[in-house]
């Protein structure tokens, strides 16, 4: 074994020896160790091989680190000049950051302008003065129901990759009114229909005309079926047409009118007798005209009427009573008949 006059790499290195002499006979000898003794040290080879690391755009770059992956340091020792090392190198992958939009729930009156679609970043954030540009859409459609709200053309760019959460446009139906109804009295009839006239839509938008229109405009019903005076009256009025499922519609409020006594006669009614000094004028025959079927009517004072005098004569007048009885009997009027 010999000793190099330096441990780092060089070509034609002094090389020194302690060789020494043995055996019985040693001591009577002297030894002179060899000289000019010259060698090469060579750089130790190493394979450093980087680790991939990754990272979300915006976040702090990882530490890097590597592995020696052939060869192989000796204790104490350091990659330094006296290395020869083969470097395997690897990549920092940068992955776009999160971001996560939620759609604002919109809605609408038939025929009016769209509102505004916003959003809201719900997770994630943006880097320094990056910001969100571009504005969302929806699903084409302007008549009454839910339109779904899209992404859009919003972005933040291409370091950031978005998650958009939908949500949608809700088109209601417009509120129309009826304008100009108005009630018509009308004789008893043992029935609640109203007759209505006047009634004109109003709200419709300009360009549904012709596409929109009131039926049942011309018919109510009474509160009631017996005769009396500002009796409410209720409509049942509806759209028709190919837009009508885009509005709704005010039935008009506030309808009255009155239902008068239907009016009945007596017929076949016949008067006479013997003088006797009286005006009594005994009657037959009279019978009731005009009761409407179902009703109970009835009439009274059918025997009696009175003659214009008490003498004997032909041709005398006569004046009756006649009244309605029954249940019925308030929905009707009575005309007396001429004798």
Known sequence: ????A?????TGVAVSTAMSLTGSSAGNYALIQPAGLQADIGKMALTVTVDPKSKVYGDPDPTLTYQVTSGALATGESLTGAITVTFVPNNLTIAPRPL??????????????????????TSGNLVGSDSLSGSLNRATGNDVGTYAIGQGGVTA??????????????????GLTVTGAVAANKQYDRTTVASISGATLSGVEAGDAGQVTLAGGTVGT?????????????????????KAGNYSLTQPAGLTANITAK??????TTAGKTYDGTTTAPLTGATLQGVISGDTVT?????????ATDNAGTGIAVTTSFMLLG???DNYSISQPSL
């Open 1 to 4: 074994a010999g000793t190099f």
């Open 6 to 10: 330096q441990s780092t790499p060089g």
């Open 100 to 121: 996560t939009l939620t759609a604002d729930a919109k809605t609408k009156v038939y025929g009016q302008a769209d509102p505004v679609l916003t959003y809201q970043l």
């Open 157 to 174: 760019g291409g370091n950031y990759a978005i998650t958009f959460v939908p949500d949608n446009l809700t088109i209601t139906a417009k």
């Open 222 to 242: 009474f509160a009631q079926r017996q005769v009396g005076t500002g009796i409410g009256v209720t409509t049942a009025m509806t759209l028709t047409g190919a």
């Open 263 to 268: 009016a009945l006669t007596v017929t076949g």
């Open 299 to 307: 009439l009274g004072n059918v025997n009696a009427g009175a003659f």
């Open 327 to 329: 249940a019925d009997k």
